[in-house]
Structure formats: structure tokens, C-alpha cells
């Protein structure tokens, strides 16, 4: 399922038309796979200048065609990206057959690199993230670190960082959830060699991002990492239904799976015996709030530690249910609801024109937006309009209350079938 799924979308997302299917980011990316290839010094805007590592690679491979070239290398990081995906659920105690399910979903997220990047090839993120899950799962397998693993992980933090700043939370999440065992359970000691290893990855992560500083010729703008968050946090604060609606879209309704779970003493435990997982997904979230204007790509970053814990939420029992029609009742509108919110069956729209500052009203708003002329604002929920949030943000309120009676009607079994 997942290969089909993977080699489905790829070969059916059509690249965007506006600016030569290289808009926005994704220009400074090209310019710089350019001045790679040509052996010019790397010169242009922040802070995309700063992440080197996928530019560099395709400048160096393809300096012929660096448009196919990052269609290649975002496609091979993204799929050691699934792999250590794979991995990091098995870790986390899901079986095979769960783990291949649950990739299979992060497959037909509209932004995992099967569909985004053969719709928007130039862009660094699927290597970022092989970086973030491989060091996650690396962390995950070796609770106490040793010589060896410490420098896996120190080599795998400073190469991530060369490709962008987001690796920094997988260090930063293990050291916090060693320190709150230190304080919180007593089975750590802060002033140990396990504090020591876990800050000197942290350390060399953030070294090898200021290095990248250091690394360019010249960066241009005026950008600068406060404002910028404080603006785009600023805008969330306007507009709160922003976020919101991002976690129904980049996540999915199987978040009131999740929601559900939470509420079982098993589900609890395994947080507080797995707390690196809170701390991520309350990081992630953060980062949301505050990294910029695209929040539905912002929000999605979540996926990977939402995944062990939906598995979770799965894996024990389904709920608890005892009546096979509560569970179709209750399963089979969230699966429905998935599918529409992903647009499982719908290319990303090749637009020609630009149509995030002015994305128009979507025809047919169904838990996403469908519809004759519906265009790529009108599917990205940080630039939609208003207008187009408001009827989403029903449909899903409907969907919670409805979710919500049939749990409570068929949670527990009938007496007639207990006694039976």
C-alpha cells in the first residue's frame, strides 16, 4: 500500500505553472543549486541562504537541470524519510502491519514528499526531515547513550543542520524530557554522563548552525528571526481559527481518536513513560504559532509524533468498544472525513497564476475546499479567506458532536451482550 500510494502520487501531481513551477521560497532555493553549479559564491536572501545542504547536492549532481535535480533528492530523502518513520513506530511498540498503516497515512498527507514535491520540487524540507526522524529514531533505540551512539547522533544533528533549523528540535526534546526525569521520577541524575552526551549533541547541533553563518558570501535582506516571529505570531493571534483548522487539515479527524484515548489511564502512561513525545508536539506546536505564514506545513511537522500515539489509541482495543456497529458508526465518518480533508484522490492544483494573496472563493467547501477554478490559496488554510475557514470550521464542529454521541451511546457494551 505504501509503495503504490508513494509511486501514485508522485507520477500524477502535475508541478505548479506560476513562475516556472519554482515560486516563492523555492526561487532563492534554484538560484542558489545555480551558483553551486556555476562555482560562484552562494549570495542571496535569509535565512534561505543559510541551508546549504539540499542546494549544494542538487548543484553538484544536476548542474544541468536543477529542476529535475531536487524532484530527485527530494524524493530519495523522502523516502528514507518513511523508513525511519517505519522504524521510529516500531520502536515505539506498534506492530508491523500498524507501523506500514500508519505510514501509508503520512504518504497521503498532501504534504509529504510524494505529493509536494512533484508539485513544488524546489524545497528542502523532505531532507530535513530524514535528518529529524532519523536522529528521533536513533534517540528512540538508544535510551542510554553511549560513545558510538552520542556521535551518530552529533553527526546526523550538524549534516541536519546544513539543511535547515528544524533539526534542532530532536536534540533539544530529548534533553528536556532527560531533565524532566531527572526531576520529576528520580531514575536520572542531572550531574551524569547521559546530561553530558545529551548537551554536547545539542551544542555541536547548534555550532553547525552558526557555521552555516560563516559558510556564504553574502546574505541579503532584511529579515530578521524575532520580528519575523513575533509578526507571524501576531497574525495567529488575529485570527486563531488559523490554527485550528490547520490541525483538521495537515492532521486529520483522527485526532478525535486521539482526543478519545486520552481519557484511558493506559493512554496516560504510555505518555508519561514516552514524555519525549509532548514535548515534541508542544514544541512543534509552538514553532507553528511563530515560524511564518505557511501553518498548514508548520502544523503537518507534527505528524511524526502524532503517529505513535494514534497507534497507540488504535492498537488498544479500538476505543474499548464491544459493538461492531459503534465502531462503524463512529470509524467509518472519520475515515470518510480523511480522506476529503487530504484530498486523498486530488492533485495539489497547478496553478498558473498567483493565488495566495488573492485566492478567491472555493465552490464546494466539504471538510476542504473542491469546486470548479478551486485553486492552491483556496486549499491552504493559512490564505484562505475567512469565508472560506468558517463553513470548514462547522462541518468539523458537526463532525466532534457527532463523534462524540455515538462514543457515548456504544462506549460501553449492552447488557444483553454482556450477558451473552
Same mark, same amino acid.
Not at 559564491?41 to 548542474?63: D, E, H, N, Q, S
Not at 530519495?76 to 516500531?90: A, C, D, K
Not at 545529551?198 to 530578521?224: F, K, N, P, Q, W
Not at 484530498?343 to 478567491?360: D, I
Given at each position: ?9 508522485? =507520477? *500524477? ?161 530529548? =534533553? ?72 483538521? *487539515? ?20 504510555? =505518555? ?8 515534541? =508536539? ?42 461492531? *456497529? ?95
Amino acid at each position: 500500500m505504501c509503495v503504490v500510494l508513494a509511486v501514485t502520487y508522485t =507520477l *500524477t501531481q502535475e508541478r505548479i505553472g506560476y513562475e516556472q513551477g519554482r515560486p516563492y521560497d523555492s526561487a532563492v532555493y534554484y538560484q542558489m543549486a545555480g551558483q553551486v553549479a556555476e562555482g560562484t559564491p552562494i549570495a542571496t536572501f535569509k535565512p534561505f541562504v543559510y541551508r546549504l545542504g539540499v542546494p549544494f547536492l542538487v548543484g553538484k549532481l544536476f548542474p544541468d537541470d536543477p529542476m529535475h535535480g531536487y524532484e530527485v533528492v527530494g524524493i530519495v530523502f523522502g523516502v528514507l524519510l518513511v523508513l525511519f518513520l517505519y522504524l521510529l513506530l516500531r520502536a515505539y511498540g506498534l506492530s508491523r502491519a500498524m507501523a506500514g498503516w500508519l505510514v501509508a497515512l503520512y504518504i497521503a498527507n498532501p504534504y509529504s514528499p510524494f505529493r509536494y514535491v512533484p508539485f513544488l520540487p524546489v524545497n528542502v524540507e523532505p531532507a530535513a526531515f530524514a535528518f529529524v526522524l532519523a536522529s528521533f529514531w536513533m534517540f528512540k533505540v538508544n535510551p542510554v547513550l553511549n560513545f558510538r551512539s552520542t556521535a551518530g547522533l552529533v553527526v546526523l544533528g550538524c549534516l541536519g543542520a546544513l539543511v535547515r533549523e528544524v533539526v534542532l528540535v530532536v536534540p533539544l526534546t530529548f =534533553l528536556g524530557a532527560h531533565l524532566l526525569r531527572c526531576v520529576g521520577n528520580g531514575d536520572a541524575r542531572l550531574a551524569s554522563r547521559q546530561t553530558a552526551y545529551r548537551m554536547l549533541i545539542l551544542l555541536c547541533t547548534i555550532g553547525s548552525l552558526v557555521a552555516t553563518r560563516y559558510m556564504v558570501h553574502d546574505a541579503m535582506g532584511a529579515y530578521e528571526t524575532l520580528s519575523h516571529m513575533e509578526a507571524s505570531f501576531q497574525r495567529n493571534r488575529q485570527f486563531p481559527e488559523i490554527l485550528l483548522l490547520c490541525l483538521m *487539515t495537515a492532521i486529520g479527524p483522527l485526532l478525535f481518536i486521539v482526543a478519545i484515548a486520552l481519557g484511558k489511564g493506559s493512554m496516560r502512561k504510555d =505518555l508519561g513513560e514516552h514524555v519525549e513525545l509532548p514535548i515534541f =508536539l508542544a514544541g512543534m506546536a509552538v514553532l507553528s504559532a511563530i515560524a511564518g505564514n505557511h501553518t498548514d506545513r508548520f502544523v503537518f511537522w507534527l505528524l511524526p509524533g502524532f503517529l505513535p500515539i494514534l497507534g497507540w489509541a488504535l492498537r488498544d482495543g479500538w476505543l474499548g468498544w464491544k459493538s461492531p *456497529t459503534g465502531q462503524a458508526l463512529f470509524y467509518g465518518p472519520v475515515l470518510a472525513a480523511q480522506l476529503l480533508v487530504y484530498r486523498a484522490f486530488v492533485s495539489f492544483p497547478a496553478t498558473e497564476h498567483e493565488t495566495l494573496s488573492q485566492p478567491g472563493q472555493a465552490t464546494l467547501p466539504l471538510f476542504m475546499n473542491y469546486g470548479e477554478g478551486v485553486n492552491l490559496g483556496q486549499v491552504t488554510v493559512a490564505f484562505m479567506t475567512r469565508a472560506n475557514r468558517i463553513p470548514l470550521l462547522i462541518e468539523f464542529g458537526v463532525l466532534a458532536v457527532y463523534l462524540t454521541a455515538v462514543w457515548l451511546c456504544f462506549r460501553k457494551p449492552s447488557t444483553s451482550s454482556a450477558q451473552g
